[in-house]
């Protein structure tokens, strides 16, 4: 029986590495490096952990320890045995079955299409902080924000057609001025405390955090949303060249760096915002006119550097969006959605109808979500949801480890079992505490009931979308 399982694990193996041949092979080591600090920096989040006040260290330190490295170690586990396109979608499909492949492919992607639905909220708001105060009216005109988010989406629509021979500059140069700006931004309260303007910043000062549900939502949030995303680069294995060598290097390599940006930058912050005022969509911006303020050159210095950082979001958004539309291409690969996903452009090899499909649905989805609420709760709405999602299909990724049949030769040593457990204990936390709001909202039992009521239902609808497929294959075959 086991030999019989591993044949047919080797021969589903074969068959995606086949399938992929077509692809182009765009990404190289420095690529993957590129993309991998790109993924998992994402500014939005060290507002989340300014709102831990001082005790921000104690907590990145817990969140390093017992997220981070296992998340870094498991990934780099997986892709080294399964360097496929699709990645974790694929991990899933292979170490248990087509349901539970099809549930994490359907959350990645949701997460990606609410993800990218805030690139109205997110560009509007940044290019507020850039004008100035002048222009602070414009993160609040719902129908500025719609215009923006319809002509960005159409904008990542363009790269994704073109590929990753043109879409990889875009997250290249992203990532380089994302750590560039960061590092700006930590370098300022050491500057102003030699000048004499800044005293008693400590910015490694050790606080204990107090045992709150508040402050166990923001450790959760903090530590999930900020430190997830090695394993996405993967989606793109059947477009890098030597994926389960250089990935794992990139992972190794990044994962320091990573730490200190997200540790400094949030000491940074709080030098110049409390936790009560910081703006959870622009807390970088926001910090960096703080920090220049009085500087005779903050007025060109300051909207020059918050337009370097939306480069951040702009290659984020670009990258998510191309990885995105590769999930239903490769779905289709395996016959658990129509072969219309999986139809190649034929001069750049890029999958049109998934990414044509995908631009209509995060449009109906930036949309939606502005109904009702202010701009404030419409993106934490959008991150949180998005990022639940991401949630449940990372509980998946830490199950290979623990749960995944013996005789597919993927369940690795005691030791990174362990570490796996504590991932998915602390991703398990995360999903059940994104409920709880940070910020303030209009009523908070109206938020916790519309954010469970859209996890289950887009749940139900994913696995009702698999049965109705299942159905459909099932006629075929007997046909």
Known sequence: MATSVSADFAATEAHLHKRSSALRKELGYLDLVLASILLVVIPDFFGTAVKAGPAHVVLWLFAILLFFIPQAFVVAHLNRLMPLEGGLYEWTRLAFNDGIGFLVAWNLWLYVVLYVASTGLVTVNYLAYAIGPAAATMAANRWIVLLTSVVM????????????????????????????????????????????????????HLVTPPLTLFSLSVF???????????????IFAGESRNPARHLKRAILITAPLIALLYIFGTSAILAYVSPDSVDVIGPIPQALRRAFSGLGFARVIVPAAVLLLFTNYLSTFCLNFTAN????????????????????????????????????????TSVVVLAGVGDQEAFELLQIWGFTFYGFAYLALFAIPLLARKERGIRPGLWLR??????????????????????????????????????????????????????????????
């Open 153 to 204: 989406i159409g904008l990542l629509m363009f790269v994704a057609r073109l590929g990753l021979r043109v879409g990889k500059w875009v997250t290249n140069a992203g990532s380089f001025l994302t750590v560039l700006i960061i590092a700006l931004l930590a370098l300022m309260p050491f500057i102003h405390r030699w000048r004499g303007s800044l005293s008693g910043y400590h910015p490694l």
């Open 220 to 234: 959760s949030k903090m530590t999930f949303g900020a430190l997830c995303g090695f394993e996405y680069a993967a």
């Open 325 to 364: 539309s590769r999930l239903p291409m490769v779905a289709g690969w395996d016959h658990l959605l129509p072969e219309w996903f999986t139809r190649l452009h034929a001069k750049y090899k890029t999958p049109v109808n998934s990414i044509f499909f995908l631009s209509g649905i995060t449009v109906a």
């Open 418 to 479: 362990f570490a796996a457990a504590s991932g998915f204990l602390v991703t398990l936390l995360f999903v059940l505490l994104s409920i709880f709001p940070i910020i303030s909202v209009k009523s908070e039992s109206a938020y916790a009931i519309k954010t469970a009521a859209v996890l289950i239902g887009a749940e139900a609808l994913g696995l009702l979308l698999y049965r109705l497929g299942s159905r459909g294959r099932s006629s075929s075959n007997a046909a």
